[in-house]
């Protein structure tokens, strides 16, 4: 098992950026592929990006394609969601999550994550 805990979000205007961290612990970090996932109130949980084991190839929903980034740093267990040109639909609470299966070439279903940090909040202002 793994633990994940995030950190980062904060209260922001439209436009602005911010980076969100989060921090592994518990298992090899640098085998397991990770992701990003959002749920703002009232809504369902949906994906945002995620990254495979190796930081090699790197997926999209189509809402934040071209304004987030995620990235992971394997030497410090850590995985990064930068987000740019932010927008109030932006507004949600943003979940790390860690894949179950080693070495997988990366996923957006919840299904794959078996690992869920207990997430940060990212509010835009308009």
């Known amino acids: 098992q793994v633990q994940l805990v995030e950190s980062g979000g904060g209260l922001v205007q439209a436009g602005d950026s911010l980076r969100l961290s989060c921090a592994a612990s518990?298992?090899?970090?640098?085998?397991?592929?990770m992701g990003w996932f959002r749920q703002a109130p009232g809504k369902e949980r949906e994906f945002v990006a995620a990254?495979?084991?190796?930081?090699?190839?790197?997926y999209y929903a189509d809402a934040v394609k071209g304004r987030f980034t995620i990235s992971r740093d394997n030497a410090k267990n850590t995985v990064y969601l930068q987000m740019n040109s932010l927008k109030p639909d932006d507004t949600a609470i943003y979940v790390c999550?860690?894949?179950?299966?080693?070495?997988?070439?990366?996923?957006?279903?919840?299904?794959?994550?078996?690992?869920w940090g207990q997430g940060t909040q990212v509010t835009v202002s308009s």
């Open positions: 990254i495979d084991w190796s930081g090699g190839s790197t």
């Open positions: 518990g298992r090899t970090f640098s085998a397991y592929g």
């Open positions: 999550a860690a894949e179950t299966r080693k070495f997988s070439g990366g996923s957006q279903y919840p299904g794959a994550f078996g690992s």
